[in-house]
């Protein structure tokens, strides 16, 4: 395949185009199969040769390949992107001419993912030359990816075997990792409406469906819609192959968090075992109530878990860090009456800075109104009454 010469490329081409092979005509026109390591197929100009030997209808998409194999060749990783954009816009134009068949989805697919490729190549080149913006180039490579997207969503009155909706939690999934690396989430909405009306959205491959649970998770995750998130995020990790440790580990970042907002605490084997242990003491803190601890631990780890993006996220847990706090305060106290000052001397033990009584008496009428303790507060005497039974009701059951 290596050393493959244009007439056995276009023959091969050829050939799977007539059988309507979508499979092969995918590996024909990815970068990831051998054939683009050949000398032979590298052309600056193919239009020529390709108009001779190859079908019209797909002419455009094997011409657009060849040049991206030889500007890639080349180390032209913009002219690459430019080029497999063109390929992504023939491929939509190529689908449209094949009503009620999607046999060419697999080929699809592939100058999707090449475009995504290339355009996150493009856009680094772009930024350290500064030619572009950051995410500009990615941003252009997803409109080209609309117009396949759009393909696929109008194909709405095809059997469902031969629809070609059946290309679209593919194209989404790509979106979703443009849009997150890009930081433009509120442009995912229409993208899960669109799979989430799907009469078959469970019966993509199961590598697919995680894919997409992973990223919806953690939309779901920065909506603060942790009950949501807690669900996809462990769809994703569950069905996850035990054998992909790495792509375990990436999942349980975001599942982590998540779940300790909810009331779950990791065990330490599981933050051992996929080599997470910056959340160790963000787990010691948390269950010990020491705030203290668990600032220090943000802070030590501050690049860590803001390049994941979870960094505001962890914050949050502040709140169960104050709780199982102010929890030790009224167990040593034994009454169910308590000073508020004695809340505010545990905050300042713990290094919290710019406390006061009106702040200490805020935080815990916060936790009242979360469902993180029960009890009223009495603002005249400044006092905590909490309720005689279950005054911190467990966390897993809020």
């Given at each position: 395949?290596?050393?493959?010469?244009?007439?056995?490329?276009?023959?091969?081409?050829?050939?799977?185009?007539?059988?309507?092979?979508?499979?092969?005509?995918?590996?024909?026109?990815?970068?990831?199969?051998?054939?683009?390591?050949?000398?032979?197929?590298?052309?600056?100009?193919?239009?020529?040769?390709?108009?001779?030997?190859?079908?019209?209808s797909l002419a455009e998409i094997i011409a657009g390949h060849l040049r991206a194999v030889w500007a890639a060749s080349s180390g032209d990783c913009v002219e690459a992107w430019k080029t497999q954009m063109l390929v992504a816009h023939?491929?939509?134009?190529?689908?449209?001419?094949?009503?009620?068949?999607?046999?060419?989805?697999?080929?699809?697919?592939?100058?999707?993912?090449?475009?995504?490729?290339?355009?996150?190549?493009?856009?680094?080149?772009?930024?350290?030359?500064?030619?572009?913006?950051p995410g500009e180039t990615l941003e252009k490579a997803a409109e080209a990816l609309m117009s396949c997207f759009r393909v696929c969503a109008a194909d709405t009155r095809t059997g469902e075997d031969c629809?070609?909706?059946?290309?679209?939690?593919?194209?989404?999934?790509?979106?979703?990792?443009?849009?997150?690396?890009?930081?433009?989430?509120?442009?995912?909405?229409?993208?899960?409406?669109?799979?989430?009306?799907?009469?078959?959205?469970?019966?993509?491959?199961?590598?697919?469906?995680?894919?997409?649970?992973?990223?919806?998770?953690?939309?779901?995750?920065?909506?603060?819609?942790?009950?949501?998130?807690?669900?996809?995020?462990?769809?994703?990790?569950?069905?996850?192959?035990?054998?992909?440790?790495?792509?375990?580990?990436?999942?349980?970042?975001?599942?982590?968090?998540?779940?300790?907002?909810?009331?779950?605490?990791?065990?330490?084997?599981?933050?051992?075992?996929?080599?997470?242990?910056?959340?160790?003491?963000?787990?010691?803190?948390?269950?010990?109530?020491?705030?203290?601890?668990?600032?220090?631990?943000?802070?030590?780890?501050?690049?860590?878990?803001?390049?994941?993006?979870?960094?505001?996220?962890?914050?949050?847990?502040?709140?169960?860090?104050?709780?199982?706090?102010?929890?030790?305060?009224?167990?040593?106290?034994?009454?169910?009456?308590?000073?508020?000052?004695?809340?505010?001397?545990?905050?300042?033990?713990?290094?919290?800075?710019?406390?006061?009584?009106?702040?200490?008496?805020?935080?815990?009428?916060?936790?009242?109104?979360?469902?993180?303790?029960?009890?009223?507060?009495?603002?005249?005497?400044?006092?905590?009454?909490?309720?005689?039974?279950?005054?911190?009701?467990?966390?897993?059951?809020?």
């Amino acid at each position: 395949m290596a050393g493959m010469s244009l007439n056995d490329y276009f023959q091969r081409v050829q050939g799977a185009f007539y059988n309507q092979d979508g499979e092969t005509l995918g590996e024909l026109i990815s970068f990831r199969d051998p054939h683009v390591m050949s000398s032979r197929l590298m052309l600056e100009k193919p239009e020529r040769d390709v108009e001779r030997c190859i079908d019209q209808s797909l002419a455009e998409i094997i011409a657009g390949h060849l040049r991206a194999v030889w500007a890639a060749s080349s180390g032209d990783c913009v002219e690459a992107w430019k080029t497999q954009m063109l390929v992504a816009h023939s491929v939509a134009r190529f689908m449209q001419e094949f009503k009620e068949e999607n046999w060419m989805l697999p080929m699809m697919n592939t100058a999707c993912l090449d475009l995504r490729l290339f355009a996150l190549a493009a856009d680094q080149e772009l930024t350290r030359t500064g030619k572009s913006k950051p995410g500009e180039t990615l941003e252009k490579a997803a409109e080209a990816l609309m117009s396949c997207f759009r393909v696929c969503a109008a194909d709405t009155r095809t059997g469902e075997d031969c629809t070609k909706r059946w290309g679209l939690l593919y194209l989404v999934n790509q979106f979703f990792k443009i849009y997150f690396k890009i930081n433009k989430l509120n442009l995912c909405k229409p993208m899960i409406r669109a799979i989430e009306a799907l009469a078959f959205k469970d019966r993509f491959s199961l590598s697919q469906l995680i894919t997409y649970k992973y990223y919806t998770g953690r939309k779901d995750m920065f909506d603060s819609d942790f009950k949501s998130a807690d669900a996809t995020l462990s769809f994703a990790f569950q069905r996850c192959h035990k054998g992909s440790r790495k792509n375990k580990r990436r999942i349980l970042i975001y599942l982590i968090p998540v779940k300790m907002l909810l009331g779950y605490l990791p065990k330490l084997s599981l933050l051992e075992r996929y080599n997470l242990p910056e959340f160790r003491e963000v787990v010691a803190s948390v269950r010990q109530g020491n705030v203290r601890l668990l600032s220090e631990t943000l802070t030590k780890h501050k690049s860590f878990f803001i390049g994941a993006g979870i960094y505001l996220i962890l914050e949050k847990l502040k709140t169960l860090a104050f709780r199982n706090l102010f929890k030790k305060v009224y167990l040593m106290l034994g009454t169910h009456q308590i000073e508020i000052t004695y809340f505010l001397q545990s905050l300042k033990w713990m290094c919290v800075e710019d406390v006061d009584l009106d702040e200490t008496e805020c935080i815990l009428a916060n936790m009242i109104y979360d469902g993180r303790m029960k009890g009223y507060i009495s603002h005249a005497h400044r006092k905590l009454v909490v309720s005689k039974k279950d005054a911190f009701p467990p966390l897993i059951s809020i």
